[in-house]
């Protein structure tokens, strides 16, 4: 059941992707012949006034086919006769429509929560040995940490992770008595408070225990924002060695996640709101993603776009189109190429641990 759950939401997020290009198109009149939900063989079709709505038998992809994206077709419907700021926005609009969808779901998540989170301080572990005038005190509000904004109390383990060398010190800015205070070269540390308890770095946190409609509103676009800046700092993680192909998942990977996450859950219900939570982080994960500059990618045509209107303004000739169309396969190619990698990697582990139990 969680299997076809999971498979179903990614279905669903790559619906609000493509829906996103084809609300968009359709605003500045261009041609739409077939909108995809899925890949493959076709289980199901209708007939539109122009387009064709197809349901495929492979639920991971879809497409929404627009009239010139092959920059071959011509006329007042086709893509590449629109003006570059219609062409941005229709690229853009797949991305943002799977932000919003996050966000939507973060937000139904923390409507009903009794209580929300926060980054500010409550107190401090017996012995925490940075409390004070030149330190940490309780009521101060986490701003940043090394540079990094910090969004969510989930965020400050996770960035003093990411920025803290063994024995090194880091700056953080708190917010205390409303004003921005920074806290230059802390020799912050993980360490055993309590025998018996695993190493932590001691702070105590406050919860709002009556969040009002503005506090879940706020709460839920941190969260989205937080979620944004994940690919980006996974990026900087495989620069910097803390992270590494085996740290990447598939679809196959992500579902058998998910799977395992129903399973352990205590109930359906706390299964359920889980998996709710990790598709908002999908969905805005997929739209970050999207918008990087690689070819084949929403970003790489919005970046390949961008070159070829700087060239026609500059020396008054237009880019063959024919270029952009081999450079945007040879990296579909690519991706294909990443994408079998990844889930023969993700097939390797689920199969040895199968074996293992």
Known sequence: MYIAISILIFGLLIAAHEFGHYIAAKSF????PEFA???GPKLLKWQGKETLYTLRAIPFGGFCAMDGDDNETAGDKS??????????????????????????????????????????????????PLEGEH???TGDSFHRIGGHRVYQNANISMLLNLELEEGGTIDIVVIRDGEQVTLSNLPLERRVFEEGE?????????????????DRLAYAWDVTRDFMRQIPLTFRMFTTGQAGMEDVSSVIGIVDTMNQVGTQAETV?????????????????????????????????IFLMLV???????????????????????????????????????????ATRALGS
């Open 37 to 39: 939900i899925g890949m």
């Open 308 to 350: 070829g209107w700087a060239v026609e303004k500059i020396f008054r000739q237009k880019l063959d189109p024919k270029y952009e169309a081999y450079i945007n396969t040879a990296g579909f190619m690519l991706l294909i190429g990443l994408m079998i990698f990844i889930m023969y990697q993700d097939i390797v582990r689920i």
């Open 135 to 137: 330190g940490f005190q």
């Open 198 to 214: 695993p190493p932590r770095f001691g702070f105590l946190f406050a919860v709002n225990p009556e969040p009002t409609g503005i």
């Open 29 to 32: 009149g261009v041609g739409v």
């Open 79 to 128: 893509l590449f006769t629109k003006p570059i700021w219609q062409r941005l926005i229709i690229f853009l609009a797949g991305s943002f429509m799977n932000i919003l969808a996050g966000f939507l779901i973060l937000l139904i998540l923390f409507s009903s929560a009794p209580e929300l989170p926060t980054t500010t301080l409550s107190g401090f572990l017996p012995g925490f």
């Open 269 to 301: 219900a706390i299964a359920m709101w889980n998996f709710a939570f990790i598709a908002a982080l999908i969905s805005i994960s997929v739209a970050m993603f999207n918008l990087l500059p690689i070819p084949a990618l929403d970003g790489g045509r």
